[in-house]
């Protein structure tokens, strides 16, 4: 039986998450003046539009648009083998040369760490950036790596029954982020990745 | 969206759904992209074994499951039973048991028995993949072939796609029949009739005349001519064979203007196919071995790369 979860509260509507990104990209263009030397890769599924938005409202703020690239992290994830029946690959699309240039990672929610783990070993063997940063929309805390964000549109403290849902346009029609709880207590005593697909699915892909 | 292969191993085409057929095209698609890459080699396989088994000779397949496996950080060995203990007398059954005490994940499996691949699945506990069995199927190579053809035509459905040559020996020729007529394609057939394996009509319309297979073809798939396979006289010479079914540029100007030459190679120039054809415009069959890495990196993945399989 996968868990179901209910909504437990909106965390942003799409006025404040519009808000939220504009707030992040003027971040990023205080510490990076000269955008030009930036690359924003975003991490499938929903950083790669995060990513596109962020450098869209660079460009409105700072005349130049940042190249965005895609990174699908499945082949890099450490327990790939575990996971479960195997993830759909989507492909990693990097536009341009990383070599000493800034790397802004963007994701929709930090939580354990281990995908931006598995981003990161991804994006050094595409080059040697000068340096990578991590923005992403949602820290929800629960780490289990030495990982934490430059930029943080949201940082709030959960449990680990809770999940974070981000909602975008793109992918789903709307714009939202939603706090969501577990209703039943799980049967076995599962590990966030032994649920099955659809229930990630209805998570998001916030539990990998 | 569910990742769509559900079988612990691959046998075949003829058992597969067509969901089943994009998901390991729609995997491969995904994966070419780290052939490109300065670091040609992702973690995804890391502490996976797989053993290729060859009893018959090979370049392609061989290299290209090779590669595959490196790209996707798996341990791999190759066993060509020309310098093995097979030349002693050990069974199939003897070698597989022996090279799963060692506890591969995988076996690759070529062989020139029919069925060889289903037997070692009944018996052994690791992942198989048939390589090519006898004149049975070569599913990894129908399943490259219809990436190229679906790279250079957005789509399947509806391609008109003539199987040229020997087809009495050819596994490929089954394999792809399968899967290009599950995809939507529509096949023909041709070969002289003393190269045209009984019942095989019941799987795609057969003519004897080239020129009538190609008209309007999208795309044609050249067989090699199985000298080695053959004990009888299945026709007069190599050069009244290449006359009569020979893919020649005349021929190929019979069928559509964006038609695509394949062939699963080793090529026999001058034989079913003219050189001028082979190294033409239209020729994709380098294509086909780039592709031919992608899919069986998709092969791999798919069958190492969860858990849940059945």
Redesign the interface.
């Known amino acids: 039986m996968p868990p179901t979860y209910r909504e437990r509260q909106e965390l942003m509507d799409a006025d404040r998450l519009s808000r939220t990104l504009a707030r992040m990209a003027h971040e990023i263009l205080e510490r990076h003046p000269d955008i030009r030397g930036t690359v924003l890769v975003g991490v499938r599924t929903r950083g790669v539009p995060l990513a596109r938005r962020l450098a869209a409202r660079l460009r409105e703020a700072g005349g130049v648009e940042p190249p965005v690239g895609a990174l699908?992290i499945?082949?890099?994830r450490d327990d790939?083998?575990?996971?479960?029946?195997?993830?759909?690959?989507?492909?990693?699309?990097i536009p341009t040369s990383i070599d000493g240039r800034t790397v802004v990672l963007v994701d929709d929610v930090l939580f354990t760490g281990r995908t931006v783990r598995a981003a990161l070993?991804?994006l050094i063997?595409?080059?040697r950036p000068s340096r990578i940063e991590l923005a992403v929309l949602v820290d929800r805390g629960h780490r289990e790596l030495p990982i934490h964000a430059d930029y943080a549109g949201k940082t709030l403290t959960t449990t680990r029954d809770e999940t974070v849902q981000v909602l975008l346009e793109e992918d789903d029609g709307q714009d939202r982020v939603v706090l969501l709880e577990r209703v039943a207590p799980p049967v076995r005593r599962a590990g966030p990745r032994a649920r099955p697909?659809e229930a990630r699915?209805a998570a998001g892909r916030r539990r990998r | 969206?569910?990742?769509?292969?559900?079988h612990r191993h691959l046998l075949g085409i003829e058992p597969l759904e067509p969901s089943h057929i994009q998901a390991v095209l729609?995997?491969a698609?995904?994966?070419r992209?780290?052939l490109d890459?300065?670091?040609k080699?992702?973690?995804?396989?890391r502490?996976?074994t797989v053993v290729n088994l060859f009893y018959e000779p090979s370049t392609r397949t061989r290299a290209s499951f090779e590669i595959a496996e490196k790209v996707?950080s798996a341990d791999s060995l190759s066993i060509a039973t020309s310098t093995s203990s097979v030349l002693k007398g050990e069974t199939l059954l003897d070698t597989a048991r022996n090279l799963e005490a060692m506890n591969p994940d995988m076996i690759v499996l070529r062989h020139s028995a029919s069925g060889a691949p289903h037997f070692l699945a009944r018996h052994c506990r690791s992942a198989i993949v048939n390589a090519g069995d006898g004149a049975h199927e070569h599913p990894t190579q129908a399943l490259l072939d219809a990436l190229t053809l679906r790279q250079k035509k957005g789509r399947l459905d509806g391609l008109r796609v003539a199987i040229v040559g020997d087809l009495m020996h050819s596994r490929v020729a089954r394999s792809n029949v399968w899967l290009l007529t599950k995809m939507g394609a529509s096949v023909v057939l041709c070969a002289p009739p003393t190269l045209v394996p009984p019942g095989i009509e019941a799987l795609a319309p057969v003519t004897y005349r080239i020129d009538e297979a190609v008209e309007g073809a999208d795309a044609i798939m050249m067989l090699r001519l199985q000298q080695e396979r053959m004990t009888g006289g299945y026709f007069p010479t190599l050069r009244e064979y290449h006359a009569r079914f020979g893919l020649t540029e005349e021929r190929v100007r019979r069928a559509r203007k964006d038609v695509l030459i394949l062939h699963p190679g080793p090529m026999n120039r001058g034989v079913e196919i003219a050189s001028e054809v082979a190294d033409g415009p239209w020729s994709v069959i380098l294509d086909q071995v780039t592709n031919g890495v992608a899919v069986r990196m998709a092969v791999l993945?798919?069958l190492?790369?969860?858990?849940?399989?059945d």
């Open positions: 699908d499945t082949l890099y790939l083998t575990t996971v479960g029946p195997q993830p759909v690959l989507k492909g990693t699309d070993d991804e063997d595409f080059g697909k699915a | 969206m569910t990742a769509g292969y559900p729609d995997t698609e995904a994966l992209e780290v890459r300065p670091i080699k992702v973690p995804a396989l502490g996976k996707l993945y798919l190492l790369g969860g858990t849940e399989a």
